[in-house]
Nanobody, 125 residues
Framework: VQLQASGGGLVQTGGSLRLSCLASGRTFSSVGMGWFRQAPGREREFVAAIRWSDGSEYYAHSVKGRFTISRDSAKGTVYLQMNSLKPEDTAVYYC???????????????????WGQGTLVTVSS
């Protein structure tokens, strides 16, 4: 599975960005896709995830109500619409593909087998 993330950039506080993640390869075996982020000096953290099968969505508390994850199964693409951005959202955002079997849901990074290269989101104050 190869993942290509795009859509990052510089935006002012309160602005919006949409990230895209194109998945290719054996994605049919993946339970779902997730977005994680890592700010300088901090650990990678879960942002949002979605199941391929039924579109169930999962969000971190810090982004719920501001971010929306969606999927286009035909295109093998997952999106992250980010609204009302804050400076604390500044990070490198990574998309990831979960394995075919997961035990602890789509929140933990260890459930993901494939990772994209990351795209930088910078929110200026």
């Amino acid at each position: 599975v190869q993942l290509q993330a795009s859509g990052g950039g510089l935006v002012q506080t309160g602005g919006s960005l949409r990230l895209s993640c194109l998945a290719s390869g054996r994605t049919f075996s993946s339970v779902g896709m997730g977005w994680f982020r890592q700010a300088p000096g901090r650990e990678r953290e879960f942002v949002a995830a979605i199941r391929w099968s039924d579109g169930s969505e999962y969000y971190a508390h810090s982004v719920k109500g501001r971010f929306t994850i969606s999927r286009d199964s035909a295109k093998g693409t997952v999106y992250l619409q980010m609204n009302s951005l804050k400076p604390e959202d500044t990070a490198v955002y990574y998309c990831a593909a979960a394995g075919s079997r997961i035990a602890y849901g789509l929140y933990p990074p260890f459930e993901y087998e494939y990772w994209g290269q990351g795209t930088l989101v910078t929110v200026s104050s």
